[in-house]
């Protein structure tokens, strides 16, 4: 199973609040993390680096995750854990008041993978059915268009497209979307913080994961991509492979 992170600060900001890791549990599955840290100063660094550092630590203290119902288990748990962690921080630490982070959390088996989703960093599937999205936004302007008071191109432009309607951290109280999926040979799971996603189309990417290059060459060509493009945030990607095509790699 072949796997890459990177992230990069993006051509305007003058720091990085993304975080992620891809770390291996004590029978070697693997447990993804994207998150995109928001608030005043430095404050959203710390958010979704507090949140990697203790899902990390959770962990690798997990032997086996045998079925579905204990990944999704595991998964619910431990983000509720560290949204009360990350929510105690910042409530003893007035320069973090009201930071918060996305977060994806990805835990992959031989056999199925179980996604945890808050915030507007994607999950997205590639396999013989094609390139689709499996996570649900959850922003304003996704709000709008799921109401039918905006279009999905006029979403694109709103001004009010960065505005995220659930984030962890910032309440004591946190609504997470889990769901797992058939993973199975030569599938491709992608994970990205809204640093790409708002500056590379779906059909870019597709393009990009389809050509024989190593996952570095790919991870570091949408990164490229997204920066080409203005680069005005800050860009993480993770690619997680179920097979033996690459070369296991982790670049930060």
Not at 226 to 233: F, H, K, P, Q, Y
């Amino acid at each position: 199973m072949s796997q890459i992170f990177m992230t990069d600060k993006g051509k305007v900001r003058q720091h990085n609040e993304d975080s992620g890791a891809i770390i291996r549990n004590k029978s070697g599955q693997r447990l993804a993390i994207v998150a995109d840290g928001m608030g005043g100063h430095r404050a959203g660094d710390v958010a979704s680096s507090l949140t990697v550092e203790k899902l990390t630590e959770l962990w690798n203290m997990v032997e086996e995750m045998k079925t579905a119902d204990e990944a999704e288990n595991w998964l619910k748990a431990n983000i509720l854990k560290v949204n009360q962690y990350v929510f105690d921080y910042a409530s003893t630490h007035p320069e973090c008041e009201g930071m918060g982070t996305t977060i994806i959390g990805v835990i992959s088996t031989e056999n199925f993978a179980t996604i945890a989703h808050v915030g507007d960093s994607r999950c997205y599937l590639y396999n013989e059915d094609g390139f689709k999205q499996i996570t649900e936004d959850h922003s304003l302007v996704n709000e709008l268009v799921r109401m039918g008071q905006i279009s999905k191109e006029a979403a694109e432009h709103h001004p009010r497209k960065n505005v995220v309607l659930r984030a962890l951290g910032t309440d004591a109280q946190l609504d997470i979307d889990v769901m797992t999926i058939v993973f199975e040979e030569g599938d491709i799971i992608f994970i990205c913080s809204d640093g790409l996603s708002n500056k590379v189309t779906d059909q870019q990417i597709k393009e990009i994961l389809e050509k024989e290059n190593t996952l570095e060459e790919q991870a570091s060509t949408l990164i490229e991509t997204a920066n080409i493009n203005g680069g005005e945030d800050n860009i993480t990607v993770v690619i997680l492979e179920h097979g033996d095509g690459h070369q296991a790699g982790e670049v930060q």
